[in-house]
């Protein structure tokens, strides 16, 4: 199972907080490259895994190595991008002499990247970092760890507190951070904010990993509404019973439904009419994502939505 790819790797990983769990038993490989997406709710575990592989705690038991070695030894943590999830800046500092001291103890950042990450971000780094707002803080906690280019960006929440423009920038900045073939572990609650950068997205709950999906499958999954609008009625027919197509309704010349799977044999069919309009949504992939967190019956329901067509 070892691979010479695998940029984290962990062999039940376990951390116990007294008798509390964090985490326990974690088996999880991230890929060279790869944007792996750490979701779960609050108190899942998120923070404690990425504590753990940066040796800021250690493992009440299991093994783990990152970018190949042992994370205990000191030479890793220098190829490492890192957002902690509670940025603790403060002082009369200006951000930018802060950054400017990072980027020395880093051994050297253009100061044109600087500028140009905190122009992206809008970020202004002539406050004074005990001045900074929740999301101000943000942005220069993601300026320190973009800058110098590492092999491994690990972000907790990365996207909390960035209003929805900022998100869409960040998430830019990772997808670029993939496309030079480094490559990002980032934690967040809620799958929308990560699911157009993240390649899989992993589900923690309860210390454990419950699941793993490649992004490009789960889409594949979800349930989309669709509507085709025709230029004379269709016959109800010719709509029912086809693959995946579930909550049909047909009125005159409208047909809506959701779908999962391949929309393949529902296009074939409507391509048989003269299709005027038609609408299809962004898979909900919330939705699929949220069953992860259900009980019993939930889960079942999961499994009916894999089950091939
Ligand atoms: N220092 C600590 N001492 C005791 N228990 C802790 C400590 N840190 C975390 N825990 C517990 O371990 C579990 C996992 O916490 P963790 O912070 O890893 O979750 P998380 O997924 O990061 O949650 P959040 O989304 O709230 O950041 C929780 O039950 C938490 O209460
Ligand atoms: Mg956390």
Redesign the pocket.
């Known amino acids: 199972m070892r691979c010479m790819t695998a940029v984290v790797e962990t062999e039940g990983l376990t951390k116990f907080?007294?008798d509390?769990?964090?985490?326990e038993d974690l088996d999880l490989e991230i890929r060279l490259g790869e944007v792996f997406g750490y979701l779960?709710?609050?108190?899942?575990?998120?923070?404690?895994?990425i504590r753990l592989l940066l040796d800021v705690i250690r493992p009440t038991r299991g093994r783990m190595t990152v970018l190949g070695v042992d994370p205990r030894d000191a030479r890793v943590r220098g190829r490492i991008g890192y957002l902690p999830?509670e940025l603790a800046l403060a002082g009369r500092e200006k951000a930018s002499e802060y950054l400017s001291f990072l980027a020395a103890a880093r051994g050297g950042v253009p100061r044109e990247r600087i500028a140009e990450l905190a122009d992206r971000l809008d970020a202004d780094l002539s406050v004074r970092m005990g001045k900074l707002s929740k999301g101000n803080k943000q942005k220069i906690g993601l300026i320190q760890a973009f800058m110098h280019e590492p092999e491994f960006l690990i972000l907790d929440?990365p996207t909390s507190g960035l209003d929805p423009l900022l998100q869409q920038e960040f998430l830019a900045m990772v997808r670029e951070v993939r496309t030079a073939g480094r490559t990002v572990l980032m934690?967040s609650?809620v799958l929308a904010e990560v699911e157009h950068a993240s390649d899989r997205v992993g589900i923690?709950r309860d210390?454990r990993l419950v699941a793993v999906e490649d992004v490009a499958a789960l889409r594949e999954k979800a349930v989309r509404k669709v509507e085709f609008h025709f230029d004379a009625p269709v016959p109800r027919e010719e709509f029912e019973g086809l693959p995946g197509v579930r909550e049909l309704r047909v009125e005159g010349a409208s047909v809506r439904c959701t779908i999962d799977g391949r929309p393949d044999a529902l296009i074939k069919a409507a391509a048989r009419h003269t299709v005027v309009h038609m609408v299809s949504a962004e898979p909900d992939l919330e939705e699929i994502f949220l069953t992860y967190y259900g009980d019993e019956e939930t889960r079942h329901a999961r499994a009916a939505v894999e089950e091939p067509a």
């Open positions: 907080y007294g509390r769990r964090g985490l779960g709710p609050n108190g899942a575990g998120k923070t404690t895994t999830g929440e934690s609650h923690v210390g």
